[in-house]
T-cell receptor
Framework: GAVVSQHPSWVICKSGTSVKIECRSL??????MFWYRQFPKQSLMLMAT?????????EQGVEKDKFLINHASLTLSTLTVTSAHPEDSSFYIC?????????????FGQGTRLTVV | GENVEQHPSTLSVQEGDSAVIKCTYS??????FPWYKQELGKGPQLIID?????GEKKDQRIAVTLNKTAKHFSLHITETQPEDSAVYFC????????????FGTGTKLQVIP
């Protein structure tokens, strides 16, 4: 299957700082990318959906000013956690799909473990 | 919005036995049902999926069934092996628009050698 790569795999940051996570589709052009958050022993919760060149659509309860998403190209989306706090510590996972109409499989990245201290 | 329930939350089976995980969904518009395997510290990996125009799909030791009337779908793993141990998630989506995928709560499968 296609490859979606996230960077970094893990990051530790101080409370109050910002952290950027990258999600790249390595061998296909991702029309749509999704960002999920997963707390320990829990399911994946969709945070936002982004389409290349458009503003992201955030799920209810997700602060768009805190979780900045940029999908500036067909192969790269970034999630920036601004003014991070310990409660933002989580496993962040992106997925990417080639077809905006949902007719193709979405491929997941390997995830980024964020720890805010 | 869509709500996906998954049972059981944990499942232990002896190597070689079968494992069955069941899910229900709420939105009758959902027409795409993928299953993912997630190993510790990794992202989910698609293992099989089914669309609403079929009732069953099989891929070697893995099979999925779908009952659209009852809004039930199930994952069946036969001849389980220790490497099948992982967390499995069912999901539901509508493959129109931007296909937002709603995940189930997950099942931790342990295959005992």
């Amino acid at each position: 299957g296609a490859v979606v790569s996230q960077h970094p795999s893990w990051v530790i940051c101080k409370s109050g700082t910002s952290v950027k996570i990258e999600c790249r589709s390595l061998d296909f052009q991702a029309t749509t990318m999704f960002w999920y958050r997963q707390f320990p022993k829990q399911s994946l919760m969709l945070m936002a959906t982004s389409n290349e060149g458009s503003k992201a659509t955030y799920e209810q309860g997700v602060e768009k000013d805190k979780f900045l998403i940029n999908h500036a190209s067909l192969t790269l989306s970034t999630l920036t956690v601004t003014s991070a706090h310990p409660e933002d510590s989580s496993f962040y996972i992106c997925s990417a799909r080639a077809d905006a109409l949902g007719n193709t499989e979405a491929f997941f990245g390997q995830g980024t473990r964020l720890t805010v201290v | 919005g869509e709500n996906v329930e998954q049972h059981p939350s944990t499942l232990s089976v002896q190597e070689g036995d079968s494992a069955v995980i069941k899910c229900t969904y709420s939105d009758s518009a959902s027409n795409y049902f993928p299953w993912y395997k997630q190993e510790l510290g990794k992202g989910p990996q698609l293992i099989i999926d089914i669309r609403s125009n079929v009732g069953e799909k099989k891929d070697q030791r893995i099979a999925v069934t779908l009952n659209k009337t009852a809004k039930h779908f199930s994952l069946h793993i036969t001849e389980t092996q220790p490497e099948d141990s992982a967390v499995y998630f069912c999901a539901a989506a509508y493959s129109g628009g931007y296909q937002k995928v709603t995940f189930g709560t997950g099942t931790k499968l342990q295959v005992i050698p």
